[in-house]
């Protein structure tokens, strides 16, 4: 008998297989829904153009592209619609099959994610190479260091997401319908991480929610990554945004997990 | 005539009956109305805090586009939408033939299949945001001002309509509607700001192409009386051609609809 993370080891070739098959069957859902994620480019057109008649708290336009572009990045990198997926799935009493399974709900949903990332990539890439050229290197970070670390910042801003997600998906198996409470959550994130504007644009006119923003996730799902790779950080700054990050992730990956344990106890498959 | 009137009546009453069953659910819809209100406006007042004007909007003007955006998305989430996600489990399911049997018109039928009357609350919000920023201008709109102001918006309703519609014939040949929804309703996120943010390219787009500048913008500008009365008519006009284009792309998908079942 094989130990549960030995067994999951062992189907995550398949499992990788599987969510790269899915998601070239769905290649028309797919690009429709990253073509979706383009609220930073609204943001964009409204800041740019503030800035054009000057810079606006230290913010030239060429900043405000290379940071909304690195929020389409990051976002376009980390966003997932687990959460819809689970609450469907216990809708339509599917999930019993899940069940069944010898590996966990988390990794198997997780890992069918991951393997979407090579495509998504395809779409941030070009958008990378853009920024590059559109706003000049200056935008841009060139400490060795912080480039270094954007992919571990990047991949921790998943896994924290990708815990939220799973866990607001689980809250399906009481009220149904998860739908509301990822509204709820939506307008959070929103507001908390650094999507409508740069958290030190939000600090100059609202500190208090600049300040309870750096101690939430929301933060470091999006605008940490961000800033990580259009700003310049002392090495303080870097160590504290990895240290919240990894919190964030070791916690919101455990949530997801007592949340999705609690509601399996609760689940009563539907027609089953 | 009176066929359409008493079942648009029936479908009315059966939502609102059914929205009032859930007063608690009503409650927090108006809350969560009020916090999306702040957090939509959070960028106009950081922005203004420091600058006078923007694309030559002062804040004033601009919130009243945003109201203009609030009232649209009101009415289309509290009209439209129920109906057309309605739609998606009809299609999937194949019981969209049998509306299709039916002695009224399809487009009709899938438009007016539910509503949501808990958006009345957004759309006092959008009212008392467009009278806060009047009383904040100093100026009042004349009664010609306000003829022409709601005309137009009900003109930007009908234009995002059309491209409701014409989302839900498309579904009927290539992708799934529910994401296509999501894409128009993150184009119409543009409508938020004055077209005048947007450069190039992208105004182009979004005056001709994907109109969202005859939503928002043109009406809060005739309610301003900043609109010239030639632009006005092209607003009109242009809402109207969406309307007719929409349905002949209605009918034209109805034509090649094959069963989910068959």
């Not at chain 2, 479908?11 to 609102?16: A, D, G, K, Y």
């Not at chain 2, 009900?154 to 309509?161: D, N, P, Q, R, S």
Request: with cysteine.
């Amino acid at each position: 008998m094989r130990s549960a993370p030995a067994r999951a080891l062992r189907a995550l070739p398949t499992l990788l297989r599987i969510g790269v098959a899915e998601t070239v069957a769905y290649r028309a859902e797919f690009l429709v829904w990253m073509l979706t994620a383009t609220m930073p480019l609204i943001m964009l057109s409204l800041w740019t153009s503030v800035a054009s008649e000057g810079e606006f708290q230290s913010y030239s336009s060429a900043d405000f592209v290379a940071y909304f572009l690195g929020v389409l990045i990051v976002r376009n990198l980390t966003s997932n619609w687990v959460a819809f997926q689970i609450s469907e799935e216990v809708r339509l009493g599917t999930l019993s099959m899940r069940l069944l399974r010898p590996i966990h709900p988390f990794i198997a949903y997780a890992t069918s994610h991951a393997a979407a990332l090579p495509f998504r990539s395809v779409i941030a890439l070009p958008i990378a190479i853009v920024l590059l050229i559109s706003s000049g290197a200056s935008s841009l970070t060139t400490e060795p260091m912080q480039l270094a670390l954007l992919l571990p910042s990047i991949a921790l801003a998943w896994l924290i997401t990708f815990g939220i997600m799973f866990a607001i998906g689980c809250c399906a198996f009481w009220i149904t319908q998860a739908f509301g409470i990822f509204n709820f959550y939506f307008g959070l994130w929103s507001l908390l991480s650094g999507y409508l504007m740069p958290m030190s644009i939000m600090h100059a006119k609202f500190p208090l929610i600049a300040d309870i923003a750096r101690s939430l996730p929301f933060y470091y799902m999006l605008g940490a990554p961000v800033e990580l790779m259009t700003q310049h950080l002392s090495g303080a700054q870097v160590a504290s945004l990895f240290a919240w990050q990894i919190a964030w992730a070791v916690v919101s990956v455990l949530a997801a997990l007592v949340v999705w344990r609690r509601g399996v106890n609760h689940f009563e498959a539907v027609g089953g | 005539m009176s066929r359409y009137f008493s079942l648009f009546t029936v479908q009315l009453r059966t939502s609102v009956a059914t929205a009032m069953q859930y007063r608690a659910n009503f409650i927090i819809e108006a809350v969560l109305s009020v916090a999306w209100l702040a957090i939509a406006l959070l960028p106009l007042i950081v922005l203004f805090d420091q600058r006078k004007s923007v694309a030559g909007w002062d804040q004033p003007s601009a919130l009243i586009v945003m109201a203009y955006f609030m009232a649209v998305k009101a009415i289309m989430e509290g009209m439209v939408t129920p109906s057309l996600v309605g739609l998606v489990e009809k299609i999937r399911t194949g019981a969209f033939d049998y509306v299709l049997l039916k002695p009224v018109d399809s487009q009709f039928m899938v438009s007016t299949a539910g509503y949501e009357p808990q958006k009345v609350i957004d759309l006092i919000g959008a009212f008392a945001l467009a009278s806060y920023a009047f009383s904040k201008l100093g100026v009042w709109p004349t009664l010609p001002q306000v003829a022409v102001g709601i005309l137009l918006l009900i003109a930007g309703v009908l234009a995002m309509y059309s491209l409701w519609i014409i989302c839900a014939a498309a579904s009927f040949w290539v992708v799934r509607l529910d994401n296509l929804i999501y894409l128009l309703m993150a184009v119409f996120d543009t409508a938020r700001w004055p077209i005048q943010v947007f450069r190039g390219a992208w105004r182009f787009i979004f005056t001709f192409l994907i109109p969202v500048a005859i939503m928002t913008t043109f009406p809060a500008m005739a309610l301003l009386g900043r609109l010239s009365t030639r632009t006005t008519l092209l607003t009109l006009a242009g809402a109207l051609a969406m309307l007719v284009i929409s349905r002949l792309i209605w009918r034209a998908a109805i034509r090649n609809y094959t069963s989910a079942s068959s």
